[in-house]
């Protein structure tokens, strides 16, 4: 049996199918069992990172585990995992670990991840980069009008599919390859004019990308409750990107042996959330 956490997310969701088309038993651990919806044949199970109590019968016969990060409250997950058995914990981190100052970001995930490896049970880290689904959030923009408003337009970034870092969660947990840590991107390096540009071409509509002030993003972002030391350091990271090429990482295609979605793949894939003119 393999338990998945955050079963609902961008990842988990990914990593609960392709684990179910490898032929595996699945269980899903959610605090709303009644309130989510997962594929037929899937054991859903009440339980919360952040609750010990509830973790003993969701762990029980469990021998492998998809970790999504919950900052307050692993280590009790941990202490079971030991208590019950588990024999891998597949660990869903951030690119940010790597940063030569991580940040309030990479310093959440660096202490999960280094509770991990101290808990004594066999891991492996998949830190992906940002996530393609990101850019969901100009999709109101771009309903309401086809200009993506934003700051630092020429920053870029090598997105990765929340697919392929399920893809690579799901052959850790697979093969046992534990001891590994996976930096993943995807496969170019695109500012985010030309990802708006894509976006444009894959679903038949004309958008472009307008440069707004810092402090106007900064302030949207606030009013979404995002905390403001997040708001500067995701900032602060996207001006250090601007008119740079973003690094490239293989491990996507090293793991899965197929290569890494493109971002005009992920778009046609979500065409629909984008107001796609053949939807």
Known sequence: MILVTGGAGNV?????????????????????????????????????????ETLPAALSGVERAFLFPVFTGVGGFLDTARRTGLRHVVLLSSSAVTFPTPGLIGEQHLRVEHAVAASGLPWTFVRPDAFMTNDLA??????????????????????????????????????????????????????????????????????????????????????????????????????????RTAEISPAVEQVTGRPAFTYAQWVAHRAAAFGSAAA
């Open 138 to 243: 100009w999709a109101p923009q771009i309903a309401g009008g086809g200009v993506v408003r934003g700051v630092y337009g020429g920053a870029a970034t090598a997105p990765v599919d929340p697919r392929d870092i399920a893809a690579v969660a799901v052959r850790a947990l697979l093969d046992r390859r534990a001891g590994e840590a996976y930096v993943l991107t995807g496969p170019q390096s695109l500012t985010q004019i030309e990802r708006v540009r894509i976006i444009a071409a894959t679903i038949g509509r004309p958008l472009r990308f307008e440069e707004v002030p810092r402090e106007q993003v900064k302030e949207q972002l606030l009013r979404h409750d995002t905390p403001a030391p997040v708001v500067d350091e995701l900032l602060d990271i996207l001006a250090a990107r601007d008119g």
């Open 12 to 52: 988990g969701a990914n990593v609960v199918r392709q684990l179910l088309d490898a032929g595996q038993k699945v269980r899903v651990m959610t605090r709303d069992p009644g309130g989510r919806s997962f594929p037929d044949g899937v054991e859903v199970m009440a339980g919360d990172l952040t609750r010990p």
